[in-house]
Structure formats: structure tokens, C-alpha cells
């Protein structure tokens, strides 16, 4: 299963770059003074870690929690469900990135990175990772099903995806998105890996920051409300 994974992790985004970075960006040129290419990559790191944290800590943790019934064996050493909830985001958080090495790696061979730098968007990813992984542990808390997951993943994941200046600068849309997209921590990841792969430093960052820790916290604290309710029912 491991080697399977890691193939995904590398193919998923030369893909990607190949298809969109490269074909798309022959025809739209630069982004931000920047091949489009390099913005592509940029913003596909931390949807990455979205995608990995999320599905981890909804798919996975859900078969652990109800098919395998791995949390009520972990609830019976001398562990509590704090700790088993903190324990599955960090889990979530680390495959995020893991997946997230695997982009910067072929965007290094592909040369989409203009900078070292780009290595420091990778604590952005952890904290990314744990971030969605606190959100999806939310809906793991209150899921009856695996068909429940689509409706998190089609109504937050991918407007979130398709709004969070991945594809393409946000500038540019109507300012009622623009409002919208100002509240969504995807967006504030990618403000803050993206100037990294340029060679420059991001602005903001406090701001940014705070944005994911808040997330991440509060998401974190009603998972951990919501699982305990739910396990000791």
C-alpha cells in the first residue's frame, strides 16, 4: 500500500503541471510576473495537503472508527479521545506532508520552483494539513455513512479549491468572491507558499497564520467535543 501511495503522491501533480502548467500555460503566459507553471505549483502544495488532510481524516478515520472499531480499542488503554483525535489530525497532518514533498520534488525536476525557498512553504503545509484535518474530523463526528462525505467534499472542498487562488489570481473575479474567498484558509496557504517558490517573502503573514491556527483550533476543539459525545453514546 505504501508504494501505491507514493506513485499517487508523484503522479497526481506531474500531471497536473504537465497538463495545465505546461498546456494551459502555453497559452495563458505569465500569472503575477510569473510563469504560470510556477503559480500553478505554487497553489497545488497546500490543495494537496487539502485534499490528502481532508480524505485521511474522513475516509480513514470513519473505517477506524466504525468498521474496524480501532477507536474503541485505542479508548480502552490509557489514552483518552483527546488524545486519539489530535493523535488521527497529526497523522493526517504528516501525510499531507508527505504529499506535499512529493509536489515540491517535481517541481524542482520540472523547474516550476524559481527558489529555495520554496522549502519553507513546507511547515505552511503541516499546518495546512492539520487545519483540514480538524475540519474533516468534524464531519467524521457526525457522519452516518461514506456517501456523507460528498457532501462536505462537494459543497466545501472543491468551491473551496476552485476559489482559493489556485488556478488562477483572485483579483481578477467580481468582489462579492473575492469577500468570500478572504475567509477560507486555502487562501491564505496559498498567499503564503506562493511568493516563497519566487524567491520572495509573503506579506501578511500574521494574518495568514492566524487565520489557519483559529481554524484549526476550533475546528479541533468540536471534533474533540463532537467524537467524545459520540463514542461515549
Not at 69 to 78: E, N
Request: net charge negative; proline share 5%.
Amino acid at each position: 500500500m505504501l508504494l501505491p501511495s507514493i506513485l499517487g503522491n508523484f503522479g497526481e501533480p506531474l500531471l497536473y503541471l504537465l497538463a495545465l502548467g505546461y498546456g494551459l500555460g502555453s497559452f495563458v503566459g505569465e500569472v503575477r510576473d510569473m510563469p504560470y507553471v510556477t503559480f500553478l505549483a505554487s497553489g497545488i502544495v497546500v490543495s494537496s495537503a487539502m485534499f490528502t488532510a481532508s480524505f485521511e481524516s474522513m475516509y480513514s478515520a470513519y473505517t477506524r472508527m466504525e468498521a474496524q472499531r480501532t477507536w474503541d480499542a485505542m479508548l480502552t488503554t490509557p489514552i483518552d479521545v483527546d488524545d486519539l483525535v489530535v493523535g488521527e489530525a497529526v497523522w493526517a497532518a504528516t501525510k499531507s506532508l508527505v504529499s506535499g514533498v512529493c509536489i515540491l520534488v517535481v517541481g524542482f525536476g520540472l523547474g516550476a520552483m524559481e527558489s529555495w525557498l520554496a522549502l519553507l512553504a513546507l511547515p505552511v503545509v503541516m499546518l495546512t494539513g492539520l487545519c483540514f484535518a480538524s475540519m474533516g474530523l468534524v464531519v467524521t463526528s457526525v457522519a452516518r455513512s461514506y456517501d456523507f462525505f460528498l457532501y462536505y467534499t462537494t459543497l466545501v472542498i472543491t468551491p473551496m479549491l476552485m476559489l482559493g487562488g489556485v488556478f488562477f489570481p483572485l483579483e481578477r473575479m467580481p468582489e462579492v468572491i473575492q469577500r468570500v474567498s478572504g475567509v477560507l484558509p486555502l487562501t491564505h496557504a496559498v498567499a503564503l507558499v506562493r511568493p516563497l517558490v519566487t524567491g520572495a517573502a509573503p506579506g501578511s503573514v500574521v494574518l495568514h497564520l492566524l487565520v489557519l491556527i483559529i481554524y484549526t483550533v476550533v475546528a479541533g476543539s468540536l471534533a474533540i467535543g463532537l467524537i467524545r459525545k459520540r463514542m461515549t453514546a
